[in-house]
Each structure stands twice: as structure tokens, then as C-alpha cells.
């Protein structure tokens, strides 16, 4: 059952397992492929079951401006939220790189929620984290200066992300620095210039080719942050 790579389905009962699979389609979209779109009518609960890309959540404005919330890779779902309020979607969220998805119907995904406990478990612990998360994205945005901003975000990225090697804990997935901008909704001259700024300090080492960033002092990075408090 290749549910059980989710982390939200791999504590589920057997049965239940099954009448989810039976709902479920394995489908892979193409690079930078358009899986829904902010405002669509919710299709279903989708999962990452495997492949080295990952999907970009976020939303762009009628002038263009992008705003990245969220990256996700294998084992996580999204589409939860208009699949379980029976709303549109929140975000919008596309296929960066090679991924292989499922996409669970919503009349399966709630009978789950609804007959397992332990789904519904799991989902509430990934909603409060994933709220906290959205709440700590707004009051950064709120009160603090775009470097402390950045400087969270890629500290996150790193911790949660990064592989470690001996320049420094490297982030896995490329990030241009039109991404770090859409990440922050801010300017990509404006990250540039941060960027440029911590080079400079050795706190990192940004390769612009291959929008390869790694960190090389985590602490450095944590004092930028610790500093403004």
C-alpha cells in the first residue's frame, strides 16, 4: 500500500487503507504543470508519493506579483482544506520537477475521516502545525524587516531541508532568487542585495548558475534573527 509513505496515512487501519486506495488516482504532472489553480473547486486530497522535485503552493496577484507559501515533497498531502470545507482552493500549486502524486476523491477522503481515528488525528496535528507556520509567515511579514524574513525562511529551509556537506548545510532543492523574493513577496533586487551582503559576511554561499544556496553559519544566520528582538 503505497498510502503508508504519507505521513498522515501511515498509521491507518488496513480497511481503511484499502477504501482509500479504491478512491485514489496515481497521476504525474509535467514540469511546472498547473495542478489546480487559487479559486478552483476542490478535486480531491492529493499526496506526494515519490520523485526528486516537489510542488510549489502559493499565489500571484493581477500584476504578476507571486507569493510562495509553502514547498512540499514526498510524504506530504495538500488540497486538504477545500476538500474538507467543500470551498475552493486557498492557493494555487504547481509541479516544480518530477513528482509522482495521488489524488484521493473527496467522498473517499471523508468517509477515511470520519471511520479512522487515526487520520483524524494525524490531520489535526498537520493543520496546527501547518497554521502555526501560516501565523508565524504573517507576523513576520507584519513586524519584521525583510532580512530577518529571509533569514527565517532559509534557516527553516535548511533545518527542515538541507543536507549536510563540508562548505555547510546546503538547501536540496533550488531556489533562484526570484523564488526567495515570491517566498517573501518581496523584490528580487531587494534579496539580491541581502544575499550579496551575507556573501560577503561568509554566512553563505549562493551559486547564482545553479540557484544552489548553502549556509554556512547557522548561527550567523540565527543571530540575524535573534538581533532584531
Known sequence: MRLTTISVFNKMDRESLIELERGSVVVE???GATIFAQGDPADGVYGILGGDGHVRIGAVD???KALMVEVFRTGAIFGEIGSIDGGTRTASAIAEGRVELVRIQIPAF???VSHCAALGEALCGLMAQRLRRTFELFQD???EPLEVRLARQVLYLAVHDG???PAGIRLTHRFRQADL???LGATTRSIITILNGWRSAEIVIYDTDRAILTVCDLA??????????
Do not use: Q, V, Y
Open 62 to 64: 493581477r500584476r504578476g
Open 141 to 143: 511579514a507584519t513586524f
Open 110 to 112: 471523508l468517509w477515511a
Open 220 to 229: 550567523a544566520l540565527r543571530g540575524i534573527i535573534d538581533t532584531e528582538h
Open 181 to 183: 523574493a515570491d517566498l
Open 163 to 165: 543536507r549536510t556537506t
Open 29 to 31: 504532472p509535467r514540469d
